[in-house]
C-alpha cells in the first residue's frame, strides 16, 4: 500500500508521502524515545509477545531521512523485549530530499529504496544477525522509467513501489507514462526486467498498488485520495507479466486496498476526509469479494452489507497478514489537531462482513496517520511525522482477538517520510 498527498488542514500543511502523513505540530506523546545515531534512551520492558529469531530480534524498521541516508531499528521481544536503534548500524547514503523516495522490503531478505528525482533503485541485503544493510551487487541501479513518476495536482512527485507476497517479484507505477514496470528478484537481491514491462496501465494514471493477499492479482489506483474513479485488475503470471482481467477497469471510488490473506477479498477505503483533503467525510471500509475462477477471474464485487460504517473517516488502513492471527483491519484517521484513535475491525471471511473489535477505537494506545504490519502479524507498526521528528511505535496485536497493546514506547527518528518493516531473518 502506497499513500501519497498534500493537504492544507486548517492552515496547517499535511504532507502524506510513501505510506507516511506528516502533520505539522501533532505526534506521539511518550515518556521516551530513541533517536537514530546518538541517544542512549532506548524503549524496553516486557509483555510485547514472544515471536523472535536466533539473533533475539523479532523485526526491523527501515526508514529513509531527509538528509540523504537509510537507518535502522530493530524490536526484540520476549521477557526483555526492547525496541531502539539497531546499534553500530551504519546508515546508508542515498539521494537527499526526493520527495518521490519509496522503500519496501522483501521480508527477511532485502531492502529497495526507489528515488525518481536520481532515476535510481538502492538495493541492500539484510544482515540476520543484526538487521545491518549491505549494497546488493550492482545498487544502485539506474532505472530511465522512475523519471515518469508524476507531480500530482497539489505539487508532489508521486511514486508507487510494491513487493508481491512471496517476495519475488518488485512492482513499480509510472504514472506519466500510464505504465507498471516489474523486474524478477533474483537471490542475491539483483533486479532483472520480466519481459514485455514495461506494462500498459490503459488510460489510467497508476497510483496504488496492491496485491490480493495470495499474490495472484495486482490492483491499481488511479487519482490522490478522495477523487479515484476506477481501479485496474491485473493477473500476474508466473513470470511476473501482466494481463488485464474481464471488466477492468472497475468503476470504484478507491484510494487504498489491501487484500485479506485467504485471497478471497480486498478491503478498500476512498480516502475522502475533511480534514485531509476538503471532501465531506467518507467513514466508511469497503470489501469486495474477489472471482477466483472463471473467464473474469480477478474481478471485484462489492459484497452484501459494504461499505462498512466507521466512526471517522478513514485516510489508511492495514490488514493483518497471517490469517492463522485472525483477519483483522485497522482504521487510520485525522482531524484538524493530529490523528484519531486507531480503529479496528474483524472481517469476516465466510460472507465478507466487517464488524467492529471490542473496545475500537482504542483510546490506550498510541495514535498515527498510517500503520503497517510486520509479516508475522504479530506486531502493528505506527508511524508519524513532522517536519522536526519523526516516530515509529509498535503495538502489539493480541492472537485470536487482535486487541492493540503498546508496552514499549516509540522510537524517535530523524525527520522521515517513509519505513518498512521485515521480520528478522
Known amino acids: 500500500m502506497n499513500t501519497k498527498a498534500k493537504r492544507t488542514i486548517s492552515g496547517a500543511t499535511v504532507v502524506m508521502i510513501a505510506s507516511v502523513l506528516v502533520l505539522g505540530g501533532c505526534g506521539y506523546q511518550y515518556k521516551c524515545g530513541v533517536t537514530f545515531g546518538s541517544s542512549s534512551c532506548s524503549s524496553s520492558g516486557s509483555g510485547l509477545g514472544t515471536t523472535g529469531t536466533t539473533s533475539g530480534h523479532a523485526a526491523f524498521a527501515y526508514n529513509i531521512v531527509f538528509a540523504g541516508a537509510v537507518n535502522g531499528a530493530a524490536l526484540s521481544s520476549g521477557s526483555s523485549a526492547s525496541f531502539q536503534n539497531i546499534a553500530n548500524f551504519t546508515a546508508p547514503t542515498v539521494p537527499a530530499n526526493d520527495e518521490s523516495a519509496e522503500i519496501v522490503v522483501v521480508p527477511k531478505k532485502f531492502v529497495y529504496a526507489s528515488f525518481p528525482s536520481s532515476q535510481q533503485l538502492y538495493a541492500w541485503s539484510i544482515n540476520a544477525t543484526d538487521g545491518g544493510l549491505s549494497a546488493v551487487s550492482g545498487s544502485p541501479f539506474t532505472l530511465s522509467g522512475l523519471g515518469s513518476m508524476i507531480v500530482n495536482a497539489t505539487g508532489v512527485p508521486f511514486t508507487s513501489m510494491a513487493v508481491n507476497p512471496a517476495g519475488t517479484l518488485l512492482f513499480l507505477a509510472y504514472s506519466s507514462a500510464a505504465e507498471i514496470d516489474v523486474y524478477q528478484i533474483g537471490s542475491t537481491g539483483t533486479l532483472t526486467q520480466v519481459p514485455g514491462a514495461p506494462f500498459s496501465s490503459g488510460t489510467l494514471q497508476p497510483y496504488n498498488l496492491s496485491f490480493d493477499g495470495l499474490g495472484n492479482y495486482l490492483y491499481v489506483t488511479t487519482g490522490a485520495e478522495g477523487t479515484g474513479q476506477q481501479v485496474a485488475a491485473f493477473s500476474i503470471g508466473s513470470s511476473g507479466a501482466l494481463t488485464a482481467v474481464q471488466g477492468s477497469p472497475f468503476a470504484f471510488n478507491m484510494w487504498q486496498l489491501q487484500g485479506d ?79 484519531n484513535s486507531i480503529e479496528g475491525y474483524q472481517l469476516d471471511t465466510s460472507s465478507g462482513t466487517l464488524t467492529a473489535m471490542s473496545n475500537s477505537p482504542f483510546s490506550n494506545i498510541g495514535t498515527a496517520p498510517w500503520g503497517q504490519f510486520d509479516q508475522s502479524g504479530a506486531y502493528l507498526f505506527i508511524f508519524d511525522s513532522t517536519n522536526t521528528n519523526s516516530s515509529l511505535g509498535v503495538l502489539n496485536v493480541a492472537s485470536g482477538t487482535g486487541t492493540p497493546t503498546e508496552p514499549l514506547g516509540p522510537v524517535t527518528l530523524e525527520p522521515s517520510k517513509y519505513f518498512a518493516v521485515s521480520d528478522a531473518p
Do not use: E
Request: aromatic residues 12%; hydrophobic residues 40%.
Open 261 to 339: 490473506p485467504s485471497g478471497k477479498y480486498m478491503i478498500g477505503i476512498s480516502g475522502r476526509s475533511n480534514a485531509l483533503n476538503g471532501f465531506t467525510d467518507d467513514t466508511s471500509l469497503y470489501v469486495f469479494s474477489i472471482q477466483q475462477s472463471g473467464a473474469n477471474a480477478g474481478a471485484l464485487t462489492q459484497v452484501s452489507g459494504s461499505p462498512f460504517k466507521t466512526l471517522f473517516a478513514p485516510i489508511n488502513l492495514a490488514m493483518q497478514p497471517v490469517s492463522s492471527n485472525g483477519s483483522f483491519v485497522y482504521s487510520f484517521s485525522v482531524n484538524v489537531l493530529g490523528p
